[in-house]
Each structure stands twice: as C-alpha cells, then as structure tokens.
C-alpha cells in the first residue's frame, strides 16, 4: 500500500543535510503546526457547508445555493462576513476571561488533532497514550465553556454553562468506559497499535456485542460530549438563546462555532479510529481479490470516508430529534449509560483474557 | 380548586435571595412573538412565570368602534391571524344575528370547509412550531409542507393566504374558484399520505414522549376555572368544542366527533390536537362533494344598520373559544365591541403548569397552549 511516509522520510532527509538537527525539529514543527492549521480551517469550511446540506436534504429543501457552485462556497463567505464584523465585549463583562474563552475552546481543538492517524504513517505524534490524551484533554473544553458563561454577565450564559458543566463532566464518564473497551481488547492506548489490531477486521465486527455496545454509548455519549442535538442543552436557542456563547460576535463566536465542529470532527476520527478500523481497509476473510480491491483505494479515503459517515450520522441525530431535558439528560447517562458501559467493560475483559474474539 | 385568594397571596411573592429572575422576550425564540415572560428561577425549576403583556397591543376593539359593520371584519384578521377565517367568521355571524339575514346554504358550506381547512393549516404550524421549541428543526418543514397546499388554495379563492378577509356579513364575498373542490381533494390526498410521518417523526419518539407526558398537568377544575377553551381544556377531558355544544352553520348535521384526552398533560393536549386535523379532514370530506348550488351570499343592504341591542357569538377557533360581543345603538357602527380571545385565557393558565417545572417544559408548555401573541394583545 501507498504510504505518506516516503514524502516525511523525503524532508526530513532534506532538511538534515541542509540546517543541523536543532533547526531542523524547529522548522518541521512549524510545517507541523502551519498543516494542522490549514486543515482545520479546510475541515470546518467542509464541515459548515455538509451540515447545511445534509439538514437541507433532511428537511426537503435545496440549502445555500447561490454563492459558487451549488453553494459550495457558501461557508466561505459566512466566514469572511463573520471575520468584518465587530466583535463586541458586553459591559459588565469579564473582559480577560471573556476575550479568553473561545481561544481555549480552539486551542483544546487543535491540540486533538496531534495523536490521530489520518492514512497509512501518517500521524503527528504517536504517543503511547494517544487514547488518554484525547478524553484528557478534551476535557478541557469545558472549562473554555464555563469561562465564557460565567464572564459574559449574562443570566442565559450562565445556565448554559452550567448546563454544559453538569453534561460533559457526567458524560466523559461513559465515554471513556466505552473506548476502554477496545482499549482492553487491543491492549494498546497507543492509536497506532489501535488500528494496527485491526489489520484483519474491524473491532465492530470481530469485537462481538460488547464492543457493537460500546459503539452505540460511545457514539451517544460523544454527542452529549460536543454539545450538539440532541443534547445541545448549553445552547438550547428555543430556550437559553444561545446559551454560553449568547453575548459573543463577530470572530470570537465564529471560534466557538469552528471548535464545536472540530470537536465533532476529532470524535468521529476517534470513533472511526477505535471502532471502525481507522485508515485499515475492509477486507473479508480470504477473498484475496476482493481485499486487494480494497487495499487499492488510498488509506486516507479510507480514514475520512469513515470519520464523515460517523459525522453525517451525528447530523442526522442533530436534524431529527427534539431535545432532552436537563434532569432527563443526567438520567440517561448515571442510570443506564454509565452502568451499562461498566457492566460492558466487564464483559469485554472476560472476552479478551478468554481470547473470545476473532 | 385553586382558589382566588392564592392567585393574589402568589403574584405578591416577591423574589427571595438565590432566587434567579429572568425575562424570556418579548425577543425570544421561544416565545413566537413579542410576548414577555418574567420567569423567577431556582436553579433550573420555574417558581413562578409572570407573562407581560401589551407589546403587540393594536387597540383593536377601539379600533372596530370607529368602522361600520362591514369594515370591522376585516380588521380582526390580524388578531388571531393563524385561524383569520375563523375570526371574520366570528364576527360575520355576529352582524347576522343583530341583522337577522338567513344564510344561504351554499355560503354556509363554503365558510365550514374554509374554517376546517384554517384550523388545520393553524395546527400544522403549531405541531412545526412546537416541535421546534423543543429543538427539532424538521418537522417545522414538513409541517409547512402541507400548510402551503392550504394557503394556495386559499390563496386562488380568497386572494390572500394569511389574511383572507373573506366572510362578509350574509355570507362570503365571492364564489369558490373552480379549481377549489378538485385542489381540497388533492390536499386531502396528500395529507392522508403524509400524516404517517407526523406520528413517525414526532408522537412515537421516545425523547418527545418523555418531554411531553406528566408535564404540565392541567386538572379538569383548574381547566374550567381559569376559563381556558378549545385543545386545552379538552386535554383535561372537558368537553368544550363550540361546534357541538353551541353549533353554529351546519355543523350540528355534521358527522364529527369532539375530540377528549383525559390526561391533562402536554401530550394529551398534543394529541388533542393531532386528532382534531383527522376530524377536520373528515369534515371536508363529507363537505367537498356536496357543495350546494345557490347564492353565496344572501341579499344585504349597502350600509348596515343593527338594531339597538347587545348581540353575542362565539365559534370555536383553532385555539379555543371566541366570542364577538357587539354592543349597538342602532348606528352604522359598533358602540362598543368586546372579543372573548381565546389565548388569553389559554396563557393565564401558564403559570400555574408551570410552578416547579423545569425551564425546558416551560417552552413545551408554551407550545402546547398554542399561543397567538397578538391573539392574545389584540
């Protein structure tokens, strides 16, 4: 298979002969950090239009279609009128926690993006823990919510917040068991090794029913977790508005609104990583030319084909159920998530020490 | 039986320490309008709800004083202007009771079909709107959907699709347009191959369900005290629909059934409502091919005169009860007329429901009194 190694090993070589090795680590950080950023800014363009689409193509209508072709560009204007406008800080407000906020709900995005393999010897940084850096920073993203309800000086900002503490804290609970599950049966926090133990399958196929389980909690839960619909309670506009980020404009919500999708983006890519085989392949069994078909179609195609189905099946949630209520919420996750995704777990270490999967 | 006297000791409760209070509009999402609610909060459950009116305030019965009696209808489609025909109908039957004209048959059909086909285009806007306060954005199209059939049919007959303007006092102001009875059937149609999807995308729903049932129980004493009407009342399992208890036009040679919920809450008051759009279909069917031949409007004079006396209606809206109550001193004008509207009533209501509830059932609430804010400032 085609691997992105080859262009990496190409520069890095370059760039040894050229600077000594100081300058050398500086300069492919910065090549590093100027390709997370373009993707970021690429990903959410994507991600703002698919979302319009796809609720455009659920309620039976066009969607954006007037700014280039069939509205693709659409999201590019919006982000150009968004970037002219004035970003206003209320008067009462908090004015360094305020202007803060959406920096660290950025900032806490893009540092997720560094474990995931996005093809085939193509990852930032393979740490070891990839696994629990990702629940354990995106944790932080809460604190950018409760900084930004609490410094706003808005009633409606703060029960947004509130709301938004009570959820992701509870929520990242059965998050974290359900990804344990794969973890258990991989034996690896290392993301790499997640999507190298998939080689033969995928851990939804040969994972049997807890891992079919953990799937379903993980994919509930991170949903809660990205506060979007159903469970988009921080923002519940028929009841708070806009909740956390009522008081924000300009390009300081367009931060929030960016973070939110990548949030998204980096859950599916987790999702897909973890449960659906990463950039691995579908391959059955023996069927050499049927796997050599696959192996034939790019890694990468692979990996976003992926992570974009998963997206699309959180905008569907987001597009056709109403929203949950609060003390409804908690229910959900400390009386049924959180119970069964520990009795899961349970029940995926017995498969993994009884070696019950494939 | 909530007695008078809490309802006065409670609206002194003044706000205590911890206690938050915030003002949900009169620019608010939830409110669909310019209504203005003053909720006092502990933590996340509702204490009281004190609804502000008066920002939508047209001073329309003022207003009817000063037109004569064929102008004034027209004004009071802007009141309740989800159910426009209905209101004009109101006030067409009023003025025909006072003038003591009969009805031609043919007048009479028409103004039940086009009442029928205003309550269910109010109620697919209410089921879309509903939905969307509780945060589902879809049904809110599809609703609008079938809602659009209705208003171009309504739109080729009457000339207009929100405001029809089309009941004038002996009967209605033209004839249907020729394509009516064929586009109704096809509405029909429609509408019957829709519906599923109502009850797919929305009733069955689990997360609906558990928003909606046990929340904001009305009982019946409460429903017949606060002098609520229509879906609201009916939800609470009180009989209340004007069309059978007081039946005006034809509606009494009718077959139709009054709609009962016995469950008080916000479910039963949703599927009150569910239910009425197939009783209003059922009413068009029987309707559309038996049209009458004859006049579609009865003889009047040009300027009408009512005699001296008091003079009252009442026809069931989309919403509840509305009552046109004319006060004449013989004049070519109105001395005095009052509307019993049946969203203020409705709204009164709100913020006994809605003690101890949470702020997320409030909106459901709200959704559920099906509120009209100028309906209810008028």
Not at chain 2, 27 to 42: D, F, M, S
Not at chain 2, 144 to 149: C, G, I, K, S
Request: glycine content about 8%.
């Amino acid at each position: 298979m085609w691997s992105f190694s080859h262009i990496a090993d190409f520069i890095h070589e370059w760039l040894s002969s050229t600077f000594n090795p100081t300058w050398t680590l500086i300069i492919e950080m910065v090549i590093a950090g100027v390709c997370v950023i373009g993707l970021f800014a690429a990903l959410g363009l994507v991600l703002v239009i698919m979302e319009r689409k796809v609720s455009a193509w659920i309620q039976i209508r066009l969607g954006p279609n007037r700014v280039g072709p069939k509205g693709m560009l659409q999201s590019l204007a919006d982000t150009l009128k968004l970037l002219v406008k004035e970003g206003m800080t209320p008067s009462g407000a908090d004015k360094f926690l305020f202007n803060l906020a959406p920096f660290i709900a950025m900032i806490v995005a893009m540092l997720l993006f560094a474990p995931i393999a996005f093809a085939k010897d193509f990852q930032l940084w393979d740490l070891n823990i990839g696994v629990l850096y990702v629940s354990a920073v995106s944790s932080i993203m809460v604190i950018s919510i409760l900084m930004a309800g609490w410094s706003s000086n808005n009633k409606y900002s703060l029960m947004g917040a509130m709301r938004s503490g009570a959820q992701i804290v509870s929520y990242e609970l059965s998050a974290g068991l359900s990804i344990l599950a794969v973890v258990v049966l991989t034996g690896s926090l290392s993301i790499s090794d997640i999507v190298m133990s998939q080689a033969d399958g995928w851990w939804i196929f040969k994972g049997h029913i807890p891992v079919i389980i953990a799937f379903i909690i993980f994919l509930i839960a991170v949903t809660a977790e990205t506060n979007r619909a159903p469970f988009d309670l921080a923002e519940a506009e028929s009841e708070l508005t806009a909740g956390f980020h009522t008081e924000y404009s300009g390009m300081k919500f367009a931060l929030f609104f960016l973070a939110e999708y990548m949030n998204v983006f980096i859950v599916c890519a987790i999702g897909a990583t973890l449960f659906l085989g990463g950039w691995m392949p579908f391959h059955i069994g023996n069927w050499e030319g049927f796997n050599h078909v696959m192996d034939w179609i790019p890694s990468s195609v692979w990996f976003f084909g992926k992570t974009f189905f998963l997206i699309f099946v959180i905008m569907w949630f987001r597009w056709t159920f109403p929203r949950l209520r609060i003390d409804q919420l908690l229910n959900l996750e400390w009386k049924y998530l959180l119970p069964i995704s520990m009795f899961n777990i349970l029940l995926a270490t017995l498969m993994a020490i009884m070696g019950w999967h494939f | 039986m909530y007695r008078q006297t809490d309802i006065i000791s409670d609206a002194q409760v003044s706000p205590q320490e911890g206690d938050l209070v915030i003002n949900v509009g009169p620019q608010h999402p939830a409110t669909h309008g310019v209504l203005h609610l003053v909720i006092t909060l502990n933590g996340e459950t509702i204490k009281k709800v004190e609804p502000h009116l008066g920002y939508i305030h047209r001073s329309i019965e003022k207003m009817c004083e000063s037109l004569t009696y064929r102008q004034f209808i027209y004004v009071t489609s802007r009141m309740d202007y989800l159910s426009a025909h209905i209101n004009n109908h109101a006030c067409a039957l009023c003025v025909e009771k006072g003038l003591q004209v009969e009805i031609p048959a043919r007048a009479q059909v028409i103004r039940v079909l086009m009442d029928e086909l205003t309550r269910i285009a109010s109620h697919e806007l209410w089921w879309g709107a509903m939905a969307m306060d509780l945060g589902a954005f879809t049904p809110f199209f599809h609703a609008f959907r079938e809602r659009e059939t209705i208003n171009d049919i309504m739109e080729e007959t009457c000339g207009a699709r929100l405001t029809m303007n089309y009941m004038v006092p002996g009967g209605v102001m033209q004839d249907v347009h020729p394509n009516f009875q064929r586009r109704v059937k096809e509405f029909i149609q429609l509408y019957k191959r829709k519906i599923h999807e109502y009850d797919e995308l929305v009733t069955g729903n689990i997360i609906f369900q558990n928003r909606m049932k046990g929340v904001g129980y009305l009982s019946p004493e409460d429903a017949v005290a606060y002098g609520c009407s229509g879906p609201v009342t009916r939800g609470s399992g009180v009989s209340s629909d004007i069309r059978k208890i007081y039946p005006y036009e034809i509606y009494d040679k009718l077959n139709f059934d009054e709609v009962l919920e016995s469950g008080g809450d916000s479910f039963a008051r949703y599927m009150i409502r569910i239910r009425e759009m197939h009783e209003s279909i059922k009413i068009i069917e029987q309707l559309i091919d038996n049209i009458p031949e004859g006049d579609f409007q009865a003889k009047t004079k040009a300027v009408l005169k009512l005699p001296k006396g008091e003079f009252y209606t009442r026809v069931e809206t989309a919403r509840g009860e509305l009552g046109v109550y004319i006060v004449s001193e013989g004049g070519t004008t109105p001395y005095r007329i009052k509307f019993r509207s049946p969203g203020f009533s409705n709204l009164s209501v709100l913020d006994h429901i809605a003690r101890g509830s949470k702020i997320g059932d409030l909106v459901a609430m709200m959704g559920t009194l099906d509120l009209v804010i100028p309906d209810i400032d008028r």
